[in-house]
């Protein structure tokens, strides 16, 4: 049984370290889902930015290109080649931040490229054209221009990389709400799971205690008591007997014990078995118990002794429950039977002029009731006075 509980509580302690770290581990992954989903914000982020600087520098070269062709001053150039270095980091660093393995982006990004190379290459060629052939010529050309093929490819393609990062957040965000929720729902369930397993083993094991101090009554009480007649046995009797005394001593009571042996047992156990024999012995106890108080105690010593513990009780008293004890045994009781009528001898032993402990005063009745037999049987005696 010992070894059941153990096994028991070690399962319930094995599933709730799996639950446990079923529980981490979802925690974990969570933990992990946030963080990509942080780097993907933190690098659209990056991304966004880099699109929005290289709208502004491809628009800053368009601008001093401009303030170049229709002022011809040469600090303009200046400022426009200083512009165009500046685009060029740019798209470089685009570049460099969507190479993540997304080869639609990369494709986007190259196209990307190859439209800033003819932007940048149309407008130094308006520049160079300023420079051969003068400022009028030039400035003519950029007031003429009606449209921005290269711009307006560029712009689209960098709309198009916001659009694709925002869905991506999204998506992303989307996705750790579903994993949230369904995570939510497992760790519910684990709860519950965690809640009726629980229970489960607790209600399991309340009653496997339940059923293991119902055992330990049991054996304590077949350690104690007699099986046949349910009385205190022998050991029983010693022990209450030695607290009886100690009660006796401590308050100044008498005590007395008497000392039971059937007379004629032997005659019934051979003549009508051992199964009649066993019911004289039920019946005996029965009859003894209704002779006595609820403060005396009846004990079966083993085989056709009995004994009896009367406190407070002197000499004389219990000289007079013994005779009442003989009375009690001496009418017939197998019915049917009434020539094989038994008889009881009783020895008397009072604490303390027969004995000053629980052992002294049950030998001392012991003798007594050898007395009894010899004298006749079916009587009482009293202990000789030490």
Request: proline share 1%; glycine share 8%.
């Amino acid at each position: 049984m010992k070894f059941l509980h153990e096994n028991k509580v070690t399962v319930v302690l094995f599933g709730c370290g799996l639950l446990l770290l079923a529980a981490l581990a979802g925690g974990f992954y969570l933990q992990y889902l946030n963080d990509s989903a942080e780097d993907g914000r933190h690098r659209s982020t990056q991304r966004l930015l880099a699109l929005e600087e290289t709208l502004t520098r491809l628009q800053d070269v368009r601008v001093h290109q401009g303030a170049l062709l229709i002022t011809g001053k040469p600090e303009h150039l200046v400022r426009f080649d200083d512009a165009r270095d500046q685009l060029a980091r740019s798209v470089d660093t685009l570049q460099a931040l969507y190479a993540d393995g997304d080869t639609h982006n990369e494709r986007v990004i190259a196209e990307l490229k190859r439209l800033y190379g003819l932007k940048v290459h149309e407008l130094l060629v308006a520049a160079e054209m300023h420079r051969s052939s003068g400022f009028d010529v030039a400035r003519a050309m950029f007031m003429s221009r009606q449209a921005d093929d290269y711009g307006t490819a560029i712009r689209l393609l960098i709309e198009h990389l916001k659009q694709r990062d925002e869905e991506a957040n999204r998506a992303t965000n989307q996705l750790i709400g579903r994993q949230h929720v369904q995570l939510l729902s497992a760790a519910v369930c684990v709860f519950a799971l965690a809640l009726l397993c629980g229970g489960l083993t607790h209600v399991s094991l309340r009653r496997e205690i339940r059923q293991r101090q119902a055992m330990a009554l049991r054996l304590e009480h077949e350690a104690t008591h007699d099986a046949l007649t349910g009385l205190p046995n022998r050991r029983s009797f010693m022990h209450d007997l030695e607290r009886s005394v100690a009660r006796a001593q401590r308050v100044g009571s008498t005590l007395a014990v008497l000392f039971i042996d059937l007379d004629g047992f032997k005659r019934i156990n051979d003549e009508l078995g051992h199964h009649s024999g066993d019911t004289l012995l039920q019946q005996v106890a029965a009859q003894f118990g209704r002779g006595l108080r609820k403060s005396d105690l009846l004990a079966r010593l083993g085989g056709d002794e009995f004994a009896v513990i009367a406190e407070a009780t002197p000499g004389d008293a219990a000289l007079h429950l013994a005779e009442r004890l003989i009375a009690m045994v001496s009418l017939p009781l197998i019915d049917g039977q009434g020539e094989l009528a038994i008889s009881a001898s009783i020895g008397v032993a009072v604490y303390a002029s027969d004995g000053s402990d629980g052992t002294a005063l049950l030998s001392a009745a012991d003798a007594a009731m050898y007395q009894a037999k010899r004298a006749g049987r079916g009587r009482v005696m009293r202990a000789q006075r030490i």
